[in-house]
Structure formats: structure tokens, C-alpha cells
């Protein structure tokens, strides 16, 4: 099947600080999400993403989907986006997402 | 969007018990899915949850032990059937209005075995 593969696998910033966060996947893809898992272990969806570069406040993502990787980009960071992040694909053979890796993300002050 | 309501939120059960998981959305959606994620890990998918007919399962999981009903297009359960402390996991439900379209997740099931 296919592999999803994120990188950094952890990262500390202290606020305010940028980050970019990869996701890289082995196959083909229909789509692609980005979540944000909340220390609660809920999932907050991001970006649905199959390819192009979309913008959320200070959150943005770009897919290339012929190279097979992902980014998001967390400007400006603050203690609020600590968390797990977690990039997800669709993949040809039905409607199922498969997960990456994650990171692990932590924001000090 | 679709706003998904998961109960119970967090679960502290005795091995050799089952726990009855349920997934309530706000619209009707042609897909439901039921994940795992244990301590520390990513998800996994553990079955797809046809309205009319049985789940479909993905390798590694079988209907003895995670029995899924869809009666509905708004409503399923997951149920997790003679713990263990392995089975100590979040359990997610997700939905997709659409083929192909974008995953909501409820907010979880903090699940611990003891």
C-alpha cells in the first residue's frame, strides 16, 4: 500500500517563530488533507489540498502532486498550535484516507 | 461540513468487557469510517461502515471483535468486544458527504483498559 511519510517526526519552537512541516507520499494520490490533533486528541481539519497553495491565517499549505509531497507552513507560531499535525491521502482504490507519520509539534514560550 | 457527535468521550473498562461506541451526524453522508489510534501512533482505518449492509474491514480487524452497525445515514456504533489492555486506543468515527470529497472527524473516544 501506500507510505506517507512526515518530517520533522518532532519539533520545538519558541513563539513566534516559523515552520514548515513535509509530507511525502509513494504513490499517486486523489487528495490530501492537513489535521491538527489537540492535546485532547480531537482532529481539526486544516486544508483539504490535492494540489496548489491555499492560505488560512497564518496557516497555508502547498501540494505538488506530480512530485508527491505536501507542506504546511505555520507562521508566527503560538502555544495554541501545539499539537500533532498529521497529513492524510486518498488513494485510487476507494474513498479511505491513510495517514502520515505526524508531528509532533510544541510551541514555548 | 458535517458536525459528528462521538459517545462516550473517554472510557475507563475492565478487561473482557465490550464498549459500544456511537457516531451521530448532523446530515445524512454516504460514507462512515471507524479509526484507530493507539498511544503514540498515527491512525489506522478499521472499517468502512456500509448503511444496509455488513462493514467492510480492513486486514488486521475482524467483525468478532470490532462489530460495527450502520442502520442509517446518520447514525453508526463501533463496538470494541473483550478488551484488553492492548485495545487502550482513541477511537475516531469519519465522515465524507460525497465521493471523494473532504473528512470530518468526531472529536474521539479515549479508550483505556484496565
Known amino acids: 500500500g501506500i507510505q506517507v511519510e512526515q518530517s520533522p517526526p518532532d519539533l520545538i519552537l519558541q513563539e513566534g517563530a516559523n515552520s514548515t512541516l513535509r509530507c511525502n507520499f509513494s504513490d499517486s494520490v486523489n487528495n490530501l488533507q492537513w489535521f491538527h490533533q489537540n492535546p485532547w486528541g480531537q482532529l481539526i481539519n486544516l486544508f483539504y489540498i490535492p494540489s496548489g497553495t491555499k492560505q488560512n491565517g497564518r496557516l497555508s499549505a502547498t501540494t505538488v502532486a506530480t512530485e508527491r509531497y505536501s507542506l504546511l507552513y505555520i507562521s508566527s507560531s503560538q502555544t495554541t498550535d501545539s499539537g500533532v499535525y498529521f497529513c492524510?491521502?486518498?488513494?485510487?482504490?476507494?474513498?479511505?484516507?491513510?495517514f502520515g507519520t505526524g508531528t509532533q509539534l510544541k510551541v514555548e514560550l | 461540513s458535517a458536525v459528528i457527535s462521538q459517545k462516550p468521550s473517554r472510557d475507563i473498562c475492565q478487561r473482557g468487557t465490550s464498549l459500544t461506541i456511537q457516531c451521530q451526524v448532523d446530515?445524512?453522508?454516504?460514507?462512515m469510517f471507524w479509526y484507530r489510534q493507539q498511544p503514540g501512533q498515527s491512525l489506522t482505518l478499521i472499517a468502512t461502515?456500509?448503511?444496509?449492509?455488513?462493514?467492510?474491514?480492513e486486514s488486521g480487524f475482524v467483525i468478532d471483535k470490532f462489530p460495527i452497525s450502520r442502520p442509517n445515514l446518520t447514525f453508526s456504533t463501533l463496538t470494541v468486544s473483550n478488551m484488553s489492555p492492548e485495545d487502550s486506543s482513541i477511537y475516531l468515527c469519519?465522515?465524507?458527504?460525497?465521493?471523494?470529497?473532504?473528512?470530518?472527524f468526531g472529536q474521539g473516544t479515549r479508550l483505556t483498559v484496565v
Open positions: 492524510a491521502v486518498f488513494t485510487g482504490g476507494g474513498n479511505k484516507l491513510t
Open positions: 461502515a456500509n448503511q444496509g449492509s455488513e462493514a467492510t474491514y
Open positions: 469519519s465522515v465524507e458527504i460525497g465521493w471523494n470529497t473532504e473528512a470530518f
Open positions: 446530515s445524512q453522508v454516504t460514507m
